[in-house]
């Protein structure tokens, strides 16, 4: 913090310090003069101030210090990218932790509860949260119009603020819906009529908010959300191998072939994305062979990011009467670790766990049917969100829904990435 000095003359009023040149020794002057000397100081002290600005040398301080790279010891170039662009951003909570804040609920106008419960999701990952708070403190300076991160700011502000009731929150969310509906993807438009996905919702919104702020924040959405991958292609016939880089923003875990409920969520994880398949229709990179449907493709994580999206694909879409929702009950826990699906570079550099934050539910069949959010706070308490509703909840809520009634089946799940797994008793 800058320091000001400031003169406190006779009478308390303030000036700015006009001191007198002192000597530059005390011992060279008589006694007589050194008495007198001493006497002024003493009536005329100098008293010093916290400025209450910041001083242009102490901004400039500043910037060298949030511009400058965190270099890890054993860091991936990949994850060095990833950590270049958000480690400004802190991933705890922190004056909504510090102040005890409790999630609210959203009202529910109609069939927006694919939404609401997307929404409570994302209020609930502490990164995103901050990075809302501090990247985008000043919606006067943004010029992207329709800008959704400026919505999703104002949300934010209004959802963790004890001062605000749901009467405002509505206001804030109708403001929400109204950029939302004005914000154009390969020609859909959301609105308020019609019952939706909210994995189609949720990936929406993360990839339009890609778009938006690509000219001033790029990449920032795929720093937070994106998992990094390296796929291999082998062909089994000459050996001959070829890398691509792959970026996704969720892993998306197929149910179709494990309707007993034999695997847990890290063996489907392994089984949906990490083992390796025979592409279809696909040739050799290699000219002498030039073979067709010859190749085994294979991924592995390369840059694993801070907050997971774990979707569980229960909705089928094949051929004309063949979709379905597939209601298979899924084992899995508050813990996840993907350590042994990452390459060897990303093994040396860290571990892979991930501690889940929040799980949406539905209930109901393909055509219609109910969301819910059960999602963590920023002390560590579990909470149900229904729509306006809210009420006390455990980890084990989120994991195993409760049976009757609707009927909820876990869909997606986020996880938050962490040195340690923190178990939290109940």
Partial sequence: MAILMKHIGKGGVESSFQGVRAPSSLSSLNTAARSNALEALLSNPIKFIPATTLTKEDEEKMAVLRNRRIVRKNETPAQ???????????????RQREAGLRPQGMRNPGVLCYRNSSLQALMHIPKFVNWLEQDHNDLRQCHIQNCLACSLRTLCGAYWNERVD??????????????????????????YHGMQDADEFFQWLLIRLQEQLSAVQPGVINSIFGVELTSTVRCQRCRHVSLNAVSENTLRVSLEHDRCNRNSLAEKIRKSVFTPERPQGFRCGNARCDQVDTSTRSYMITSAPDVLIVVLKR??????????????????SEFLDLTPYSTTAQKQSSKLLYQLSSAIH?????????????????????????????????????????????????????????????????
């Fill in 166 to 191: 749901s009467a405002e929150i509505q206001r804030v969310l109708r403001g929400f819906w109204d950029v939302v509906g004005r914000v154009r993807l390969t020609g859909a438009r959301w609105t």
């Fill in 315 to 332: 909705f089928q879409w094949k051929l004309v009467g063949a979709q379905r929702k597939l209601s298979n009950r899924v084992t899995f």
């Fill in 362 to 426: 539905h209930a109901g069949g393909l055509h219609s049917g109910h969301y819910e959010a059960v999602a963590k706070g920023p002390r560590g308490v579990w909470t149900e969100l229904e729509d306006i509703s809210v009420s006390n909840a455990t980890v084990r809520d989120a994991v195993s829904p409760r049976p009757g009634g609707w009927g909820w089946t876990p869909y997606i799940l986020t996880y938050l990435r962490v040195e340690k797994w923190e178990v939290v008793k109940e």
């Fill in 80 to 94: 060095a990218h990833r950590n270049a662009t958000t480690q400004h951003v802190s991933s705890q909570w922190g």
